[in-house]
Nanobody, 121 residues
């Protein structure tokens, strides 16, 4: 199966920057879209940004212009560059991928374990 491991979270002051990484490993035939979601305490998980295998991107309105999603297909890795961070960005950030582990398997959705991002005011 496919495993996703995130890294790069931490504590940062408002206005600062962080870069999250998420690497897929395991049995991977093909990775289609990759995305970042986040979940703040007491809130539902929300989509932050998504990138297709061809590089098309889409962002939540709240992060547009501040966050940039990118991917390195040679490394099965997706990144989230977060600039001008605000306290409202505080959440656990989760990576996910739509991937097929073998050529005969249907694509499925895989999730990482999450990484905490805390923005202090």
């Amino acid at each position: 199966q496919v495993q996703l491991v995130e890294s790069g979270g931490g504590l940062v002051q408002a206005g600062g920057s962080l870069r999250l990484s998420c690497t897929a490993s395991g049995s991977i035939f093909s990775i289609y879209s990759m995305a970042w979601h986040r979940q703040a305490p007491g809130e539902q998980r929300e989509l932050v940004a998504v990138i297709t295998s061809g590089g098309s991107t889409n962002y939540a309105h709240s992060v547009k212009g501040r966050f940039t999603i990118s991917r390195d297909n040679t490394k099965n890795t997706v990144y989230l560059q977060m600039n001008s961070l605000e306290p409202e960005d505080t959440a656990v950030y989760y990576c996910n991928a739509v991937a097929a582990p073998t050529y005969w398997a249907s694509p499925d959705v895989y999730w990482g374990q999450g990484t905490q991002v805390t923005v202090s005011s």
